[in-house]
């Protein structure tokens, strides 16, 4: 029997943490249903009696805004037999009714009707009987987040440092607010969860077809891989409690108020529209404006275990089993601008990053690869060794090259450190390289 100490060293992880059903188990118990997971943002609810169902691992939640407009989040789960009572991913509804025996609940979760009472005795109590709710709920920046633990740390001590690129990520927008109403992109691939990660080493490799659309289109102004290697200032963070980004504006960074700061915001369509954006922009964050859209634009975030943040999408992460996974990603639309610049988030969207893109599918054939590769485990040991010796910062962020391994590295202490409660109750090799 090998302890998960064992599968996470310094350099290396063992491939059981990616194929083993067991640990897949043991993962849902230590990390999705103990820590805090976002579910929904307020966006998807915006109306009193609207509800979207969630999940987390192997259990569906309903998430949904009362009459009074507080947020809610419930198992969907009939306290009578254990029917779900929601089975649509949207809508708006008063009651949630169960179609087994009829039993129904409003808005709020409470148990408001049983059909034919009579039968039911006198210390019957409706009011202890309505959905169950998670233990936990708490938002940031319109990110609503749930944990099933009843204790532990705070949504704010588990955010830590990624809490304010969550709030970057909405600034984009002149109210500060994004909705996720333009639909959503489903997919899953054949392989394990933790593969969605924060990568800048692989984009010269797998996405080298999108390199060379874009460097056809654009010609000689289109510097190309300089800002994915090893030469380039780009870098890799480690944020703390598993959350980690890309920083990929390089020399983009700039003081505010300087002369070239203006550049940071080039990639603003110079239409009608476009100059509506920033006067919007300047009208709420004054000078500032094209430093909150380079730190919105910059944000390429990995809030551990289950969200990320990538240009204009939000993306979450089930799993399914060890090898298999869902991912659902919603182009996040900026509120209080012209409709064009939504309509060019929706377009860079359908071009990387949706099931029918020249991204996505790489990034999951890549992952399948993995998924296959990794049976064949007469070595068992992977290397997560790029960029080891990096140093922390006076705030005890590492940052490294974009293309070391701090974000993975990152993930997987996360994962120990969530996951060394218990043992791993199989055999699995930690020495040698031979069965």
């Not at 599968?7 to 188990?25: C, K, M, N, W």
């Not at 003081?255 to 920033?278: C, K, Q, W």
């Not at 404006?289 to 809030?303: C, G, L, Q, T, Y």
């Not at 943040?309 to 990603?329: D, K």
């Amino acid at each position: 029997m090998a302890h998960y100490a064992e599968l996470i060293q310094p350099g290396r992880v063992h491939s059981a943490v990616f194929t083993s059903e067991d640990i897949y188990e043991a993962e849902l118990d230590n990390i999705f249903y103990r820590y805090w997971m976002f579910v929904a943002h307020e966006s998807e609810i915006p109306r009193p009696g609207d509800y979207c169902t969630k999940w987390i691992g192997q259990k569906q939640l309903i998430v949904s805004r009362a009459a009074d407009g507080e947020i809610g989040v419930f198992f969907n789960r009939c306290r009578h037999r254990g029917a779900a009572v929601c089975m649509e991913d949207y809508g708006n509804a008063s009651f949630f009714r169960c179609p087994y025996h009829g039993w129904t609940y409003n808005s709020s979760g409470d148990l408001v009707g049983v059909p034919y009472p009579s039968r039911y005795g006198d210390d019957f109590d409706k009011s202890s009987l309505g959905l169950g709710k998670v233990p936990r709920v708490g938002s940031v920046a319109g990110f609503i987040f749930a944990s099933m633990a009843e204790e532990g740390p705070t949504l704010a001590e588990h955010l830590g440092k990624a809490a304010g690129y969550l709030e970057d990520f909405v600034k984009a927008s002149p109210l500060a607010a994004v909705s996720l109403s333009a639909g959503t992109s489903k997919s899953t691939f054949w392989g394990n969860w933790k593969f969605v990660g924060m990568d800048g080493y692989h984009t010269n490799f797998t996405h080298k077809t999108v390199l060379d659309l874009r460097q056809r289109k654009q010609g000689a102004s289109y510097s190309r891989g300089a800002g994915n290697s090893d030469k380039s200032s780009n870098e890799s963070w480690d944020l703390g409690n598993g959350h980690c980004r890309l920083d990929l504006t390089g020399k983009d960074k700039v003081a505010v108020g300087s002369a070239s700061n203006t550049s940071i915001a080039a990639n603003i369509p110079d239409t009608d529209d476009g100059r509506e954006y920033m006067r919007l922009m300047t009208e709420t964050y004054g000078d500032e404006a094209p430093e909150v859209i380079r730190r919105s634009r910059d944000v390429h975030i990995h809030v551990w275990p289950n969200l990320q943040l990538i240009g204009s999408q939000v993306r979450v992460i089930r799993p399914l089993a060890a090898g298999r996974t869902e991912v659902m990603s919603y182009p996040a639309m900026l509120d209080g601008v012209p409709d064009s610049i939504n309509t060019e988030r929706i377009r860079s969207f359908e071009w990387f990053s949706g099931v029918a893109s020249f991204g996505t599918p790489d990034d999951t054939e890549v992952f399948e690869r993995n998924q296959i590769g990794l049976q064949s485990d007469y070595i068992p040991w992977l290397v997560l060794a790029r960029g080891l010796t990096v140093a922390p910062q006076e705030d005890g962020s590492l940052v490294g090259n974009v293309t070391d391994e701090v974000p993975q590295r990152a993930q997987m202490q996360a994962w120990l450190r969530a996951m060394s409660d218990g043992p791993v109750d199989l055999a699995v090799r930690t020495e040698g390289e031979a069965k």
